[in-house]
């Protein structure tokens, strides 16, 4: 595993390379999955690379799409696995602001039943049409100019 060496202040690297133990639940070449040490309820798990990638932006399409095709099929297996599980939540904080406590790029799978008060407290907004658009034609500009150039958003 020296490819995946990452950092080595990294605790989820530190998993990755066997230095820290963890309850792997799925691992190939470039994915691994384990439960999570504190978790929202049994069966919470999470989905990381296996190369150190600190956020969305430090991996590229090809790992991305492998990383949620993981998660989909651990999604399945979570609901079959006879845990308490009735749904499941897919999460993703990609960044200090959007509460990443741990920035080793990580997915949570929480499974969820009618009553288990997991909650996300938000406050919903209403906006105006022409403030939807605006906002829209800012992220479709620079998804254009992403795609045309192949470069980092």
């Known amino acids: ?68 095709r993981v998660v989909h099929l651990l999604a399945r297996a979570l609901r079959r696995s006879g845990l308490p599980c009735e749904g499941v939540n897919v999460f993703l904080a990609d960044g200090e602001a959007a509460d990443q406590t741990v920035f080793h790029l990580h997915v949570h799978l929480f499974p969820r039943t009618a009553d288990d008060r997991f909650r996300l407290e938000v406050r919903w907004q209403e906006r105006s049409r022409a403030a939807l658009d605006h906002d829209a034609a800012l992220i479709r500009t620079r998804l254009n100019r992403s795609k045309d150039r192949r470069e980092t958003p």
């Open 1 to 68: 595993m020296e490819l995946f060496a990452g950092d080595p202040a990294c605790v989820f690297c530190g998993i990755v390379s066997g230095r820290v133990p963890a309850s792997r639940v799925y691992e190939d070449e470039l994915v691994l999955s384990f439960m999570d040490i504190h978790p929202a309820a049994p069966g919470d798990l999470l989905v990381i690379p296996k190369k150190h990638a600190a956020g969305l932006e430090d991996i590229d399409e090809a790992l991305m799409a492998h990383l949620f």
